[in-house]
């Protein structure tokens, strides 16, 4: 390939949940390589901030204020990708997601897993349904859902959020298979530490324990939504055109040796702290 294959100039994404951390991390990737893109969001506030920031910078973005969790909601952004590009959608991000509120399993209700069901799986199902039959016809189309490293371990006291972000993965490596003859990829982030209004973790994690924060991440540091963003938009481009039913970890190495800390240079403990 003469051309950077990582360019995606003439692609048209739209991101759920596009207005704030990953999402807007991942929308600003996307847009910065060039791609139009359409920024789905429910926080109005948030999502004209970031859509300026995108649009003063040169980059081609609309944004849409819609909750993901309502039927309505796809319907607003097939009106957007039409007013973007004629209705052609070459990348979705399915990003809309949250693990509040924990507790334990045994006070939850019905209710209460039927709302972390619609903040969380849900609407992949439905925004995908949605743009997917349009990709299979035109025979090209790049998946992305963000799921969770907790899709791939057991969660106390955030059971039902755990397993939703696993049927993501299941879903995502199940409709890859499915639809890889027609030429559209699908695949999955797994996010882990990531400071976002969600998990502002610098302000959850006090300075005392800062200095902690090697022993825990082994690449040193949270992430940030950019991290997310390169990944993401690697993902979306024709570098990644012979990878799909994926799951990459973006988690700075948390989950490649899960309950492992660094003591120092050479030592590790899988011990908690006051037993040794
Ligand atoms: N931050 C992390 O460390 C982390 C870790 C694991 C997984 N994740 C996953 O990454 C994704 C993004 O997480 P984040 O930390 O950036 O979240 P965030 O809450 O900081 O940002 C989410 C964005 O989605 C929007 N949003 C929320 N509900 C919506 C709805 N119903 N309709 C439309 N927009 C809605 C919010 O307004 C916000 O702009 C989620 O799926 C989350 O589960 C994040």
């Given at each position: 390939m003469d051309q950077d294959a990582t360019r995606l100039d003439d692609r048209t994404a739209l991101v759920?949940?596009?207005?704030?951390?990953i999402g807007a991390g991942i929308a600003t990737?996307?847009?910065r390589r060039g791609a139009a893109v359409v920024l789905?969001?429910?926080d109005e506030t948030a999502l004209d901030r970031t859509v300026a920031e995108l649009t003063q910078g040169g980059c081609t973005a609309l944004g849409v204020v819609a909750d993901v969790r309502e039927r309505s909601s796809t319907e607003m952004m097939r009106g957007a990708v039409g007013e973007l590009s004629g209705g052609r959608l070459d990348v979705l991000v399915n990003n809309v997601?949250?693990?509040r509120p924990w507790g334990p399993f045994a006070q939850t209700s019905e209710e209460d897993w039927t709302a972390v069901y619609r903040l969380n799986f849900e609407h992949v199902l439905r925004v995908t349904r949605a743009f997917l039959p349009s990709m299979i016809e035109r025979r090209?189309?790049?998946?992305?859902?963000v799921s969770s490293v907790e899709g791939l371990r057991g969660v106390p006291n955030c059971t039902v959020y755990a397993a939703l972000k696993a049927a993501v993965l299941n879903f995502t490596a199940g409709l890859s298979t499915e639809v890889g003859q027609y030429g559209v990829r699908v695949n999955a982030i797994a996010p882990d530490v990531t400071d976002t209004p969600q998990f502002p973790l610098h302000r959850l994690i006090g300075p005392e324990y800062h200095d902690q924060i090697p022993r825990w991440v082994p690449l040193g540091r949270f992430g940030t939504p950019e991290d997310h963003g390169d990944v993401a938009a690697f993902l979306a481009s024709d570098a990644a055109r012979w990878v799909t039913g994926q799951t990459?970890?973006?988690?700075?190495?948390t989950l490649a040796?899960?309950?492992?800390f660094r003591r120092d240079e050479h030592r590790f403990t899988n011990v908690p702290r006051n037993f040794i």
């Open positions: 759920t949940g596009g207005a704030a951390g990737a996307l847009a789905v969001d429910n997601g949250d693990h090209s189309g790049s998946i992305i859902n990459i970890r973006v988690d700075g190495g040796s899960p309950g492992w």
